[in-house]
């Protein structure tokens, strides 16, 4: 099913591809589209991990790095039955996460500082199983050629914005006012595209999520403090590439401007809810959450200060 919907994606965001080209070149521009949508299509099977990774500023960590981070996900893996991903960091003040990669053998898990800072570890550990259901699920394939899709429309767009306004065919062309259009066309329908695979695949993950950790309620912690933090930090990274905003847990952009059109996620509240449910129906209590009012640590030593010994997660 994974694989009949990224080639469906593939085929939509071709021929998207290809309907901007003609618009900025005619004929000749539909055809140079094309060719180059072909050669995107197989690069970003084999590449797109590696382009979304460093479109969002992460950079891998080992165990030695990030000793509490790898040993929770390395946990989760064993949990989950999954290869360990590798493990990325991104140098960021917004609390979020994403995973990527084409399968379970080759995924990625990256988190935010900011994450690291804001949540205690039986929250973190939530958010983390949570990526790794999308692994499982092998959602990521589609999620990460999105975004790789998604933003080379949007950059097409805005090369013809610098370029268009006439073509060899001897059509005029749409000129700068078209090619402007064309700049909030483009992730429009790239955004269109995303919603549609994204919203039932975020409350799957979090169930998936929620029995991979054992704990819904540690993830329901951690979405509504990751959502009240979004709210309030910018996201550099993210909101010059709006098309990977549906990779986050929670979408990283302020929601300003085109913002909106990458708006893919369900919404927090109606996640929780159900991974409350979720608890009740596994018998987990109140006791059992990660304290949602736990006080944030801004300390630049490290993930959780270093008041905790290395390695130790919230399995001890």
């Known amino acids: 099913m994974t694989y009949f919907r990224t080639t469906l994606l593939l085929a939509a965001l071709t021929g998207l591809f290809m309907a901007i080209g003609f618009f900025i070149g005619g004929q000749s521009g539909m055809v140079v589209a094309f060719l180059i949508a072909l050669g995107m299509n197989a690069f970003s099977y084999w590449n797109s991990d590696k382009m979304v990774l460093g479109m969002t500023g992460a950079h891998e960590v080992d165990e030695r790095a990030a000793p509490e981070l790898y040993s929770i996900v390395r946990k989760l893996a064993a949990n989950a039955e999954l290869p360990m991903p590798k493990v990325y960091l991104i140098d960021a003040e917004q609390p979020n996460a994403f995973a990527t990669g084409r399968d379970p053998e080759h995924a990625a898990v990256a988190a935010t500082t900011g994450i690291l800072q804001r949540l205690t570890p039986e ?18 394939l589609t999620m990460t050629m999105a975004a790789t899709l998604g933003g080379a429309i949007s950059m097409l767009a805005n090369f013809g914005m610098m370029f268009g306004g006439g073509n060899r065919d001897g059509n005029r062309g749409i000129g700068v006012i078209g090619t402007l259009m064309m700049v909030f066309l483009a992730p429009l329908a790239a955004g269109i595209i995303q919603m549609a695979i994204s919203r039932s695949r975020e409350y799957e993950a979090d169930r998936l999520g929620a029995e991979i950790c054992r704990r819904p309620l540690w993830l329901a912690s951690a979405l509504r403090k990751i959502e009240a933090a979004a709210r309030q930090i910018p996201y550099e990274e993210a909101e010059r590439n709006p098309a990977t905003a549906h990779m986050f847990i929670i979408n990283p952009l302020t929601g300003e401007g085109m913002d909106n059109l990458f708006s893919t996620h369900p919404n927090t509240e109606n996640r929780i809810a159900e991974l409350e449910r979720m608890a009740r129906e596994m018998g987990e209590g109140a006791a059992t959450a990660a304290p949602a009012s736990a006080p944030v640590a801004e300390t630049p030593a490290g993930p959780w200060g270093q008041s905790r010994p290395e390695g130790k997660g919230p399995w001890g």
């Open 123 to 140: 929250e973190l550990t939530g958010v983390l199983a949570h990526e790794l259901a999308h692994v499982k699920h092998r959602d990521t």
